[in-house]
T-cell receptor, first 116, second 114 residues
Framework: AQSVAQPEDQVNVAEGNPLTVKCTYSVSGNPYLFWYVQYPNRGLQFLLK??????LVKGSYGFEAEFNKSQTSFHLKKPSALVSDSALYFCAVSQPMDPGRRALTFGSGTRLQVQP | DTAVSQTPKYLVTQMGNDKSIKCEQN?????MYWYKQDSKKFLKIMFS???????INETVPNRFSPKSPDKAHLNLHINSLELGDSAVYFC?????????????FGPGTRLTVT
């Protein structure tokens, strides 16, 4: 079974400061890792993914994440936070399986609050 | 252009009723999913279909019955609605080929059972 942990319910950061949203995962094989963002009353928007290759992946809106296999982590980062980044962020994992079996297992979500 | 669309966006109904939620994607994807987001924002897979074939059926009450008339559509029918069914239901789709494993989500359907 696979699982994802997001240890922080909420992260507060001042605009212009760097932000980190933490994620650790547990899978029995190679992980496919994702970050999604959810704005109020909206669907989930894909930010970035790690499938294979370079451990540092870059995504939308200036976000990046670093895959660390030894620590089983995939923390989301941004060098300079914007007020408009305030939203609910989900880390998710799936595995290389047959089509249709790659359902995402989500973490509990972290609310990012960026103060002006 | 809407990639993954759901109708209706809001659904308010009484206990015991039967309701359906429709999902359509115009991305040409072969795989579609239903996820449930509860009041605490937890997201959990319910079903997945690949080429109209049911692949994943998580521990969901059999009052929930998905149906995929074609690869672009995945509908969710719920019988005898209960208070605990109140949630936001998200449809998603993904391509089958290698390299692109991310899923694209619809805007969600907020179901309220009274």
């Amino acid at each position: 079974a696979q699982s994802v942990a997001q240890p922080e319910d909420q992260v507060n950061v001042a605009e212009g400061n760097p932000l980190t949203v933490k994620c650790t995962y547990s899978v029995s094989g190679n992980p496919y890792l994702f970050w999604y963002v959810q704005y109020p009353n909206r669907g989930l928007q894909f930010l970035l993914k790690y499938i294979t290759g370079d451990n540092l992946v870059k995504g939308s809106y200036g976000f990046e994440a670093e895959f660390n296999k030894s620590q089983t982590s995939f923390h989301l980062k941004k060098p300079s936070a914007l007020v408009s980044d305030s939203a609910l962020y989900f880390c998710a994992v799936s595995q290389p399986m047959d089509p249709g079996r790659r359902a995402l297992t989500f973490g509990s979500g972290t609310r990012l609050q960026v103060q002006p | 252009d809407t990639a993954v669309s759901q109708t209706p966006k809001y659904l308010v109904t009484q206990m015991g009723n039967d309701k359906s939620i429709k999902c359509e994607q115009n991305l040409g994807h072969d795989t579609m999913y239903w996820y449930k987001q509860d009041s605490k924002k937890f997201l959990k897979i319910m079903f997945s279909y690949n080429n109209k074939e049911l692949i994943i059926n998580e521990t969901v009450p059999n009052r929930f019955s998905p149906k995929s008339p074609d690869k672009a559509h995945l509908n969710l029918h719920i019988n005898s609605l209960e208070l605990g069914d109140s949630a936001v239901y998200f449809c998603a789709s993904s391509p089958t080929g290698t390299g692109s494993y991310e899923q694209y989500f619809g805007p969600g359907t907020r179901l309220t059972v009274t």
